[in-house]
């Protein structure tokens, strides 16, 4: 797996999912492009698990839903809820799509469970786009620079990472 953040490749220990407010604006915070790079095998081998946990949670609820409601929903459904490995062969603009509306939060947590010590560097604040190419998965979205990691290096010395988020395009 390869994480990018402006185009800068960086170590997947320094991105994780930010837990609170997901998805929500911070004022005064640098938000910076990010994409991750899977090879496909490596991917659908993380989140398998979840797929088959939320095809069940689906079929479940699936009496108490619309035609309509969730058109990814629907089309999954009509396939009989096949597994990650078995969309990414046989449907992969599907998986694509999953992904990024059904099963987002709990992707970004399997492949960015942040680092072992300290603070991420980056949190991911959204999941914009998900394809499949050239036998990767590419996700990519926004990521904020850690307020707190902001905080330190505006008391002290420039930080490298800072300037890597603040940089002009």
Request: glycine share 6%; net charge negative.
């Amino acid at each position: 797996m390869r994480c990018y953040v402006k185009g800068q490749e960086v170590a997947s220990s320094a991105l994780a999912r930010r837990a609170l407010n997901y998805s929500q604006a911070l004022p005064d915070v640098f938000v910076v492009p990010y994409q991750i790079v899977v090879p496909a095998q490596e991917f659908v081998d993380l989140v398998d698990s979840e797929f088959q946990r939320v095809a069940g949670e689906e079929q479940a609820d699936a009496p108490f839903q619309q035609p309509g409601d969730a058109p990814v929903l629907d089309q999954w459904k009509m396939l009989g809820y096949p597994s990650a490995k078995l969309l990414l062969a046989n449907h992969p603009a599907l998986l694509a799509d999953l992904i990024c509306e059904i099963i987002e939060l709990e992707a970004l947590d399997q492949l960015l469970p942040g680092p072992d010590t300290g603070l991420p560097i980056f949190l991911v604040n959204s999941l914009d786009r998900v394809n499949v190419q050239n036998g990767c998965v590419v996700l990519e979205g926004e990521a904020l620079l850690h307020p707190a990691l902001r905080e330190k290096s505006a008391k002290g010395k420039p930080n490298l990472i800072v300037a890597l988020a603040t940089q002009s395009p």
